[in-house]
């Protein structure tokens, strides 16, 4: 594989703390659930790793969970709500487990089949790719979230297949 770059990517990417859903694996998105005691640690113990790096930006889903995981983290810069780091519309599938959902669709998968009355797969990393792009120039979306890393540094904060997808972002900029 051949480096595309020499300028290194700067970009931190945070999970959300701990929530009953995320325990239990039930599908959530649109529904605010509340970090567990567990969530509200890990998102302070975020503090002691992250608090003295001078963040550019702090992009920050706008649901409850991740945003107050931002709060506990106690960073220096406040984050910019982001819709597009929303992970996809669940649907019907909001609240349930990928275990009762296959029961109605026995080979049911997220990425392959989408959510009935929600987003299909695929959707939604359309509408990640371009997320607060507005301040990078040059022209295409991969082209744009590779220049929006490398200026050092950034904190992305949502939810895990979004960051997933940002990474295969990052890996595309990174590799050829």
């Known amino acids: 594989m051949k480096r595309q770059s020499s300028s290194p990517l700067h970009v931190y990417l945070v ?5 009953e859903w995320s325990i239990t694996g039930q599908h959530t998105e649109r529904t605010a659930i509340p970090l567990t005691a567990d969530g509200e640690s890990e ?3 975020l503090s002691t790793r992250l608090r003295d790096i001078p963040f550019m930006h702090v992009l920050n889903n706008p649901l409850r969970h991740t945003l107050h995981t931002c709060k506990l983290a106690d ?9 597009e780091l929303l992970e996809w519309d669940y649907g019907d599938c909001e609240g349930k487990r990928s275990t009762e959902i296959r029961e109605a669709v026995p080979d049911w998968n997220v990425y392959r089949n989408g959510c ?14 371009p997320m607060s792009l507005h301040r ?8 744009q979230f590779s220049a929006y890393l490398t200026v050092p540094p950034n904190l992305v904060v949502t939810h895990y297949p979004v960051l997933g997808e940002l ?8 590799f050829t």
């Open 136 to 143: 990078c120039s040059g022209s295409g979306a991969y082209k």
């Open 15 to 19: 999970r959300h703390g701990e929530t």
């Open 116 to 129: 009935p009355h929600g987003e299909m797969s695929g959707d939604a990393f359309r509408s990640i790719v």
């Open 167 to 174: 990474l295969i972002i990052a890996k595309i900029r990174t």
């Open 43 to 45: 998102a302070r113990w």
């Open 75 to 83: 960073l220096a810069c406040a984050p910019e709500i982001t819709p």
